[in-house]
């Protein structure tokens, strides 16, 4: 079984800071692509950023500049710093994984995501 599970979510002000933290556990063989989406109530859920397992990144319009992912691949970890934060970036935030896992001898991947972590920006 494989489980991600997401820390960090919190009230904070406009302007403040917050770091997300996203710990995969399980029966990982390795992970790919880890990734940051988040769903603001009424809305769909969308990208935030992603980074692959050799450290290149992706980000929406909408945070460039503010936030920066990273991952700490002996720790199964990723992770969201989030400067500047506006109450638009108010959203639950959910973890993404590319985890490849061995199945009978063979390996598979499979796309797994966390609980979810809310955050909110008060204005």
């Known amino acids: 079984q494989v489980q991600l599970v997401e820390s960090g979510g919190d009230l904070v002000q406009a302007g403040g800071s917050l770091r997300l933290s996203c710990a995969a556990s399980g029966s990982i063989f390795s992970i790919n692509a880890m990734g940051w989406y988040r769903q603001a109530p009424g809305k769909q859920r969308e990208l935030v950023a992603t980074?692959?397992?050799?450290?290149?990144?992706v980000y929406a319009d909408s945070v460039k500049g503010r936030f920066t992912i990273s991952r700490d691949n002996a720790k199964n970890t990723v992770y969201l710093q989030m400067n500047s934060l506006k109450p638009e970036d108010t959203a639950v935030y959910y973890c993404?994984?590319?985890?490849?896992?061995?199945?009978?001898?063979?390996?598979?991947?499979?796309?797994?995501w966390g609980q979810g972590t809310q955050v909110t920006v008060s204005s």
């Open positions: 980074i692959t397992s050799g450290g290149s990144t």
């Open positions: 993404n994984a590319a985890i490849i896992v061995v199945q009978a001898g063979l390996r598979y991947e499979y796309s797994y």
